[in-house]
């Protein structure tokens, strides 16, 4: 169970201006304590999130007459007996590049499809789609993960206590994929496939890159399931901005939840609340 967290400090990267807000609990409710927002400094000389970051942040000291920085230039976590600081820090971002993704599924009107839904609410950009029917030979499926040069392969596919010899071909098509490029840029991946194959996933693909195993997005023909896949969508996402060259890795580094997608802010947000008041 979460602990219980008093003030709440939540700041959105967008491509043009960067939101911040303080929540505090008022009376046993959660109130909006105070707001600002500004231009993010990623596209200017600064090219670094925490720059514009801070500068909010100080205006938010001014107004709602709190510390949130620490002497050393840290944020503070969590809110001590003073009422400096914060007991939780909730980022998202919209900002700099998009995630670029390779799908990898069985059946497009199934697991493919599905895929494009799950990845519809993330700062994702679908660049390719591998499937059983898409008409290329393996060579061209294996050109097709190369030369996209994705940041994720989302690979998922096959139903609870189906059939599991088509996707190890998939998986055995992106093993090769990630031992042909080099590591510094080999992609993350996110399984949501058939979980009778997760271990197989781990051991096959986990010695080459990170990755996230979800629940099967697709358990039935006719069933759908998106919360798990959506966590590792988030996971990854934090991975990617935190590797990214703009800032986002000092700003993860203080976070309570990591870098999440902004499509998710609102769920996050109520979320985190409901498990901690």
Excluded: C
Aim: charged content about 20%.
């Amino acid at each position: 169970m979460a602990t219980k967290s008093s003030s709440i400090l939540a700041a959105d990267f967008g491509s043009v201006n960067t939101r911040v807000m303080l929540f505090d609990l008022v009376q046993g409710r959660y109130r909006l304590i105070a707001q600002e927002s500004g231009l993010t400094t990623l596209n200017d000389t600064a090219d670094d999130v925490s720059v514009g970051l801070q500068q909010l942040l100080r205006r938010i000291e001014r107004y709602a007459g709190r510390k949130l920085y620490s002497s050393d230039g840290r944020l503070m976590i969590p809110e001590d007996v003073e009422h400096n600081g914060v007991d939780a820090f909730i980022t998202t971002a919209s900002a700099g590049r998009p995630m670029r993704a390779v799908l990898v599924s069985l059946i497009p009107e199934v697991s493919l499809s599905t895929s494009l839904r799950t990845i519809d609410s993330a700062y994702v950009e679908p660049v390719a789609e591998v499937h059983l029917r898409d008409g290329r030979t393996e060579q061209e499926r294996l050109n097709a993960l190369l030369k996209n040069r994705p940041n994720l392969i989302f690979i998922s596919g096959g139903v609870e206590r189906g059939a599991q010899e088509a996707m190890q071909q998939m998986l055995q098509l992106v093993h090769l994929a990630l031992k042909i490029t080099p590591q510094g840029q080999r992609p993350l991946v996110i399984y949501g496939g058939n979980s009778a194959l997760s271990a197989k996933v781990h051991g096959l693909l986990g010695e080459l890159t990170q990755v996230f195993v979800a629940d099967n997005i697709r358990p039935g023909i006719a069933e759908e399931d998106f919360e798990s896949a959506e966590v590792a969508l988030g996971r990854a996402f934090d991975q990617y901005r935190d590797s990214a060259d703009e800032g986002f890795h000092t700003v993860s580094e203080m976070s309570s939840t990591g870098i999440l997608p902004t499509a998710q802010s609102y769920e996050v947000l109520a979320e985190y609340l409901r498990k901690t008041v």
